[in-house]
């Protein structure tokens, strides 16, 4: 064997041919890695509910407690005291145009105290508006002595004059008192003579552009002529009577009147004030009476006698009135203000 023979011979055999080649694939996306989110935090706890406080009782045994205590025990305010704060609130609520109520009644019955008051009441609960008292009695009225004895205003001038335009010039023919309410005095007959009802027509509406609320304490005769230019323009009433029956007949004989006369609507508006001014009525008598009112779906409130609101006294604020008065007068404001709340929006000089 030769040396050639000795190499072995496999090593000089061909290969297996290649394989074709393989084609390329889709190229491959490297994802990456995402961390597991992480726990999530466990919900807050609400937050504690804090009652509003207690209010503090104003008076009687009640904020006698709450002092003495130094406010340690607050029995809260009672019934009573809930009912006016709800009752002032009635009366503060925004309005949304403006207003004229009028006092009827017949003479003897304290028409123009319940006007004074129940003017004083809505002047002081609504700070926000301005509230007028008009004299619009011809018999000689006394509204403006009731709330400022200094008013030396006048419906001619507020009438006449041209120049009084702005509600600093309109002040400075009228009154006010502590309460806010403002006042339009009667004319006295001996200065400028009887008021007819083209100069009230024209002095009230000179009014309308600078008040929200005006409150006329109109003649006790329901057919004097200034009264029936009154009532064109009235949204609600207050019929004031005495808490005797023949107060009483007087007051149900303005509502037949209303309802005679077309004026639906303004008797359903209507308020009947019994009103003890001297201090003698029944409270058996009273009580029956306010039954057969409310008997016809008449708003009824009851007044009990204050000496603070003599007669010719001057009411210049409704703390000076004794609780259960104040309370009554704030319920009539209150019954008005509902009334309002059923009439259309409109503004002044609407008709």
């Known amino acids: 064997m030769t040396d050639r023979d000795d190499v072995p011979r496999d090593r000089f055999r061909p290969g297996p041919p290649p394989r074709p080649p393989v084609p390329p694939g889709p190229p491959t996306v490297q994802i990456p890695r995402i961390a597991p989110a992480p726990a999530p935090y466990p919900p807050l706890p609400p937050p504690p509910v804090r009652r509003p406080p207690k209010p503090r009782p104003a008076r009687g045994w009640r904020r006698a407690v709450?002092?003495?205590?130094?406010?340690?025990?607050?029995?809260?305010?009672?019934?009573?005291?809930?009912?006016?704060?709800?009752?002032?609130?009635?009366?503060?609520?925004?309005?949304?145009?403006?207003?004229?109520?009028?006092?009827?009644?017949?003479?003897?019955?304290?028409?123009?105290?319940?006007?004074?008051s129940v003017g004083s009441v809505l002047a002081e609960l609504r700070r926000g508006d301005r509230v007028v008292a008009v004299d619009a009695d011809t018999a000689f009225g006394r509204l403006g002595s009731r709330i400022d004895p200094r008013a030396d205003g006048s419906y001619w001038e507020l009438a006449k004059n041209k120049n009084l335009q702005s509600f600093a010039e309109v002040l400075t023919r009228m009154g006010s008192n502590s309460a806010g309410l403002f006042v339009?005095?009667?004319?006295?007959?001996?200065?400028?003579?009887?008021?007819?009802?083209?100069?009230?027509?024209e002095a009230t509406m000179r009014l309308d552009r600078h008040f929200t609320i005006a409150?006329?304490?109109?003649?006790?005769?329901?057919?004097?002529?200034v009264t029936q230019e009154a009532l064109r323009d009235m949204d609600a009433l207050i019929v004031v009577s005495s808490p005797?029956?023949?107060?009483?007949?007087?007051?149900?004989?303005?509502?037949?009147?209303?309802?005679?006369?077309?004026?639906t609507g303004l008797m359903q508006r209507s308020v009947v004030v019994l009103n003890d001014s001297d201090g003698h009525s029944d409270k058996r008598t009273r009580g029956a009476l306010a039954q057969q009112f409310r008997s016809r779906r008449q708003a009824v409130v009851e007044v009990p006698f204050d000496p603070g609101l003599r007669p010719g006294g001057v009411i210049n604020s409704t703390l000076e009135m004794s609780e259960p008065t104040r309370a009554a007068f704030v319920e009539v404001a209150a019954v008005l203000a509902q009334f309002?709340?059923?009439?259309?929006?409109?503004g002044p000089n609407p008709r």
């Open 66 to 116: 709450h002092v003495a205590t130094l406010g340690m025990v607050n029995p809260g305010p009672s019934r009573t005291e809930l009912r006016q704060a709800a009752m002032e609130a009635i009366v503060g609520a925004p309005l949304r145009g403006h207003y004229k109520i009028g006092v009827l009644g017949k003479g003897g019955v304290g028409k123009t105290t319940v006007a004074a």
């Open 184 to 201: 339009l005095a009667g004319e006295s007959g001996s200065r400028r003579g009887i008021l007819d009802p083209a100069i009230y027509r």
């Open 215 to 225: 409150i006329v304490d109109c003649g006790s005769t329901m057919d004097a002529p």
């Open 244 to 263: 005797w029956p023949d107060g009483a007949s007087a007051a149900a004989q303005t509502m037949e009147w209303l309802a005679h006369h077309g004026k």
């Open 340 to 346: 309002f709340a059923t009439l259309p929006n409109r």
